[in-house]
């Protein structure tokens, strides 16, 4: 199999690059080194708003953050 890459540019920030096969099917992703890590940060800041609306939907009693660590730290001992 053949495969070459394909350089399309959709938005200023992101150049994306494809992998394609020769019937031209996009099957994979090329990234600059900074862009991947600009996307990790971008993933992980939108996985931390998930996790907080899950938390505020749950009836959950609530704790300040310095008695959570404290359990937290207990716990591991």
Sequence with gaps: MAIKAVRLKKSKDLKERFIVDEQGNRVGVLLGIDEYHHLLE?????????????????????????QAVAEIEKKRR
Excluded: T
């Design 42 to 66: 971008e993933l992980e800041e939108l996985e931390s708003i998930r996790a907080y609306d899950r938390a505020k939907a749950q009836a959950d009693e609530v704790i300040p953050f310095e």
